[in-house]
């Protein structure tokens, strides 16, 4: 008896802890720049009014270097992986959902010649 309430805790936990990470999520996050190889560049001037909304009806606006793209979203939870669906060109990217808090969010993206790169952003004002 005990072991199952145990294993019934700890999947209501883990169910809580994955909401929050979506809730966290949804909010506007301006770019701060991006990692690779563990060399963290700013913004440069092209990229300096990026931004990228995350809205709780599962659409998004993102500016990247200067051009609006908008869609829909979705987080995997258990994978922590998120996915942005281009409305235009039905076009997806999936990214690994490295840290979220209500500061700030990093996001991994990885090239098909396996090249990652990390996206910082922190919380818009």
Do not use: C
Request: proline share 2%; glycine share 4%; no cysteine.
């Amino acid at each position: 008896m005990i072991l199952k309430t145990t294993i019934v805790l700890l999947l209501l936990t883990s169910a809580a802890f994955a909401q929050s990470k979506k809730e966290a999520l949804i909010k506007k996050w301006s770019y701060s720049g991006n990692e690779e190889f563990g060399v963290v560049r700013p913004p440069d001037a092209a990229m300096k009014n990026d931004f990228l909304e995350i809205k709780t009806d599962g659409t998004f606006i993102m500016i990247k270097e200067g051009k609006e793209i908008t869609g829909s979203w979705m987080l995997n939870e258990k994978a922590a992986i998120i996915t942005f669906t281009n409305l235009k060109t039905k076009k997806t990217m999936s990214y690994n959902l490295k840290s979220v808090d209500d500061k700030q969010l990093v996001m991994e993206y990885q090239t098909p010649d396996l090249v990652r790169t990390k996206y910082h952003y922190h919380v818009a004002q």
